[in-house]
């Protein structure tokens, strides 16, 4: 393979040594390297009649499409950042993203544009329809008048090729910077243990404004396979799409799976064509991962990583994923280094570095850490407390809590997710897991709510399996007999549905809102 150094370059090097190979399938319709090069050109050119110069933000808000990759490696090809916006959010969230990027050209699937009338856009000059582009011009026609040769920009190996919003859980969504460098030096290898090659059939099925949706697409262009996308998480038509293209390569987040597992569809799926199924972005319970391996019968491989890092740093593989075996223990760990990544579990209060055992925040150094926060120093700052060095690496808070255990990494939640009872440090992670074995619930979640003498005490929120009806004092008894007691649920709410963010990460804030209602937050 021609060496690979921007995202722009995928499309160049696969469109010159496979023209005909076929790049890309939505819906039926199929591109191959050579239209989506051309087309990418095309796209290229009417950025730059937009007036986008070099690292000016041009910005996509849509569901799941073909025109998603054409327009981040147009950009690409003149040296401008692709912005993905949540289509999930209200119209003032997209708003403030879209105003915090500065972003010069907006992308927007037809069905968003009740959002865009709601919204004051400050710098956004020009606006692109997929679709019926009603008053604005649609995507077919903006291209069809730009030429389609390549402007070939020069592109910096440290230039940022890609800014994605982190999801907000917590106050405003910050603005990760990604260059090139961040994806391309560690594609590699990240190819090699994710089961990826030419012949590679990917499932793209997570939403592209996270980096499990548009850097996994990455991943399959990257390898010159072919990238069949699902516009959203439509489980059924997850299935067919899996068979009918017999997918080879797959990212799921554990909520996704979980629900697979309950689809009836499912147990009549042909899996034979999966070579890998990598999951991550959030925990998943063992009774999930155990079902999947059964149900899917391919090598599962895990993957702990943030936006902020590029996607993966750690890696569970195939080889130690062993359910009931005597590595099963590892099924709980989210696996060891890889690449040139180096981790270090500190103190979040005094910047210490515990001894391996001890909880504390996980700390990263890779190559693959964000450039910055766009526009944010003091984030930045934060984020990085020794600085960076001249080789562009540093230090990264990932906010994550977790220990270290033979050379393998064990998360417990976010660090701010922890639960001060009686001075008493408790994980939700390790409750849920604990609630999720139990045959006659479906979902769970765990926090911390006020208590007079404890400060803040354990509640479980869990979603009955279909046609069960677990009482609350059976809930408690059956997680004190897997758990200390300080950590098990001292009450227990039923909810229909339990709020996630695109990732899967459970809402946490959200959930403790109406108990910390009037009151000031005494941990944390």
């Given at each position: 393979?021609?060496?690979?150094?921007?995202l722009?370059?995928?499309?160049?090097?696969h469109?010159?040594?496979?023209?005909?190979?076929?790049?890309?399938?939505?819906e039926?319709r199929?591109?191959?390297y050579?239209?989506?090069?051309r087309?990418?050109?095309q796209v290229?050119n009417?950025l730059?009649?937009?007036?986008?110069?070099?690292q000016?933000?041009?910005?996509?808000?849509?569901?799941?499409g073909?025109?998603?990759?054409s327009f981040?490696?147009g950009?690409?090809?003149?040296?401008?950042?692709?912005?993905?916006?949540n289509w999930?959010?209200a119209?003032p969230?997209?708003?403030?993203?879209?105003?915090?990027?500065?972003?010069k050209?907006?992308?927007?699937?037809?069905?968003?544009?009740?959002h865009y009338?709601?919204?004051?856009l400050?710098?956004?000059?020009?606006?692109?329809v997929?679709?019926?582009g009603?008053?604005?011009?649609?995507?077919?026609?903006?291209?069809?008048?730009?030429?389609?040769?390549?402007?070939?920009a020069?592109?910096g190996?440290t230039?940022?090729?890609?800014q994605?919003?982190?999801?907000?859980?917590?106050g405003?969504?910050?603005?990760?910077?990604?260059?090139?460098?961040?994806?391309?030096?560690?594609?590699p290898a990240?190819s090699?243990?994710w089961?990826?090659?030419?012949d590679?059939?990917?499932?793209?099925?997570?939403?592209?404004?996270?980096?499990?949706?548009s850097?996994?697409?990455?991943?399959?262009?990257?390898n010159?396979?072919t990238?069949?996308?699902l516009?959203?998480?439509?489980?059924?038509?997850?299935?067919r799409?899996v068979?009918?293209?017999?997918?080879?390569?797959a990212?799921?987040?554990?909520?996704?799976?979980?629900?697979?597992?309950?689809?009836?569809?499912a147990?009549?799926t042909?899996?034979?064509?999966?070579?890998?199924?990598?999951?991550?972005?959030?925990p998943?319970?063992?009774?999930?991962?155990a079902?999947s391996m059964?149900?899917?019968g391919?090598?599962?491989v895990?993957?702990?990583?943030?936006?902020?890092?590029?996607?993966?740093?750690?890696?569970?593989?195939?080889?130690?994923h062993?359910?009931?075996g005597?590595?099963?223990?590892l099924?709980?760990?989210?696996?060891?280094?890889w690449?040139d990544?180096?981790?270090?579990?500190?103190?979040?209060e005094?910047?210490?570095?515990?001894?391996?055992?001890?909880?504390?925040?996980?700390?990263?150094k890779?190559?693959?850490?964000?450039?910055?926060?766009?526009?944010?120093?003091t984030a930045?700052?934060?984020?990085?407390?020794e600085?960076i060095?001249?080789?562009g690496?540093?230090?990264f808070?990932?906010?994550?809590?977790?220990?270290?255990s033979?050379?393998?990494?064990?998360?417990?939640?976010?660090?701010k997710?922890?639960?001060?009872?009686?001075?008493?440090?408790i994980?939700?992670?390790?409750?849920?897991n604990?609630?999720?074995?139990?045959?006659?619930?479906a979902?769970?979640?765990?926090?911390?709510?006020?208590?007079e003498?404890?400060?803040?005490?354990?509640?479980?929120i869990?979603?009955p399996?279909a046609?069960?009806?677990?009482?609350?004092?059976?809930?408690?008894?059956?997680?004190?007999e897997?758990?200390?007691?300080?950590?098990?649920?001292?009450s227990?709410?039923r909810?229909?549905?339990?709020?996630?963010?695109?990732?899967?990460?459970?809402l946490?804030?959200?959930?403790?809102?109406?108990y910390?209602?009037?009151?000031?937050?005494?941990?944390?």
């Open positions: 393979m021609s060496t690979i150094a921007s722009a370059d995928i499309t160049r090097v469109a010159a040594s496979q023209p005909d190979k076929i790049a890309m399938i939505f039926g199929e591109w191959s050579a239209d989506l090069d087309e990418s050109n290229a009417a730059l009649a937009a007036g986008v110069k070099a000016d933000r041009v910005a996509h808000l849509d569901k799941n073909p025109e998603y990759f981040l490696f950009a690409s090809k003149i040296n401008a950042v692709g912005v993905a916006v999930r959010l119209a969230e997209m708003e403030y993203i879209l105003n915090h990027a500065g972003a050209v907006l992308l927007i699937g037809e069905e968003f544009l009740g009338e709601q919204m004051s400050e710098s956004i000059t020009t606006v692109v997929v679709g019926d009603g008053s604005h011009v649609d995507y077919n026609s903006w291209i069809a008048s730009a030429s389609d040769d390549d402007p070939s020069e592109v190996w230039d940022t090729s890609y994605l919003y982190t999801s907000g859980t917590t405003l969504p910050k603005g990760v910077e990604l260059t090139n460098r961040n994806f391309f030096e560690m594609l990240a090699d243990e089961y990826f090659d030419t590679s059939v990917n499932l793209v099925a997570m939403p592209l404004f996270h980096i499990a949706g850097g996994w697409g990455v991943v399959g262009l990257y010159g396979g990238n069949v996308l516009r959203e998480a439509d489980l059924v038509e997850l299935l799409l068979e009918a293209y017999q997918i080879t390569n990212l799921l987040v554990p909520a996704i799976l979980q629900f697979l597992l309950i689809t009836p569809e147990q009549d042909d899996f034979s064509s999966l070579r890998c199924m990598v999951y991550g972005a959030s998943i319970t063992e009774e999930v991962l079902g059964n149900l899917m391919c090598k599962f895990q993957a702990y990583g943030l936006t902020e890092t590029t996607g993966g740093v750690t890696i569970l593989r195939s080889d130690d062993d359910p009931g005597p590595r099963a223990h099924l709980r760990s989210a696996g060891e280094v690449g990544v180096e981790l270090r579990i500190v103190d979040p005094t910047l210490t570095d515990l001894e391996d055992g001890d909880v504390g925040e996980i700390w990263v890779s190559v693959q850490n964000l450039k910055s926060y766009w526009d944010d120093p930045t700052a934060e984020a990085y407390p600085g060095d001249e080789d690496r540093g230090w808070r990932t906010g994550d809590a977790g220990y270290m033979e050379g393998f990494l064990f998360i417990h939640d976010r660090v997710d922890m639960i001060i009872s009686g001075a008493e440090n994980y939700p992670a390790e409750v849920e604990a609630l999720m074995a139990h045959p006659e619930i979902d769970a979640a765990v926090i911390g709510v006020p208590d003498k404890w400060g803040e005490t354990v509640k479980a869990v979603t399996a046609d069960c009806d677990p009482q609350e004092a059976e809930i408690i008894d059956y997680c004190r897997r758990l200390a007691h300080y950590k098990c649920p001292s227990v709410d909810m229909e549905v339990i709020p996630r963010n695109p990732s899967g990460k459970i946490k804030t959200e959930l403790r809102k109406p910390w209602e009037g009151k000031e937050r005494g941990v944390n």
